[in-house]
């Protein structure tokens, strides 16, 4: 009963280099969405997807961070060109397929970033 | 956007004690979760809770969705019970709004 996977669990980039952050859901969940946790600002939306689609990406900042949900693989958060400001925690939720809007999300350990 | 504001802020409790948390949101949403960070900034699910009563061990969760608020109660605190305790809101496209939070510390 494997829950929501993250990894790596730390990563250390120099700024102006690129992260990629990756997220498996859990078992039969097929919905993932991406949170950041910036010190002074809490917990906010990021980037909703579904397999091969982005529902909703209106919490992705306009420059450099993208999302992907392939067929097959993991979830991957991708940030290029860090800056010192990119320096958070990322958690990755999932929920399962059925029922409406509204479905419980399960949150991963978080990927934590900092940059030097 | 929705906005979710959590009370108090900050709280020390003895061990043993009772408290209760406070999350009012400002719009209509589709669910309610309340979740514990861990001092090693793992979140755990607590409940689900869009409306009604909760039950799970020493903790409680009521919601009432028409008045736009979540109560939080915790039960006999232990130490384990320490960190920070979010309330978030699912509104819209399935995004989650967090509240800022309420830091909770029991001391022996």
């Known amino acids: 009963n494997a829950g929501v996977m993250q990894n790596p669990r730390h990563l250390v980039r120099r700024r102006g280099q690129e992260a990629r952050l990756r997220c498996s859901p859990m078992?039969?969940?097929?919905?993932v969405y991406w949170y950041r946790q910036l010190p002074e600002e809490g917990l906010k939306f990021m980037v909703y997807?579904?397999?091969?689609?982005?529902?909703?990406e209106s919490g992705m900042p306009k420059e450099r961070f993208s999302a992907e949900f392939p067929k097959e693989g993991p979830s991957i958060l991708r940030i290029q060109q860090v800056v010192r400001g990119d320096s958070a925690a990322y958690f990755c939720?999932?929920?399962?397929?059925?029922?409406?809007?509204?479905?419980?999300?399960?949150f991963g350990p978080g990927t934590r970033l900092t940059v030097t | 956007g929705i906005q979710v504001e959590q009370s108090p802020p900050d709280l020390i409790l003895q061990e043993g004690a009772n408290s209760t948390l406070r999350c009012n949101f400002s719009?209509?949403?589709?669910?309610l979760q309340w979740f514990h960070q861990n001092p090693w900034g793992q979140l755990i699910n607590l409940f689900y809770i869009p409306s009604g009563t909760k039950q799970n061990g020493r903790l409680s969760a009521t919601t009432v969705a028409t008045e736009r608020y979540s109560l939080l109660y915790i039960s006999s605190s232990q130490t384990t019970d320490s960190g920070v305790y979010f309330c978030?809101?699912?509104?819209?496209?399935?995004?989650?709004?967090f509240g800022k939070g309420n830091q909770v510390v029991v001391i022996p």
């Open positions: 997807l579904q397999k091969e689609n982005i529902i909703d």
């Open positions: 719009d209509s949403v589709n669910n």
């Open positions: 078992k039969g969940h097929s919905h």
């Open positions: 978030a809101v699912n509104y819209g496209n399935n995004r989650l709004a």
């Open positions: 939720a999932s929920s399962p397929p059925w029922g409406g809007q509204g479905h419980e999300q399960y």
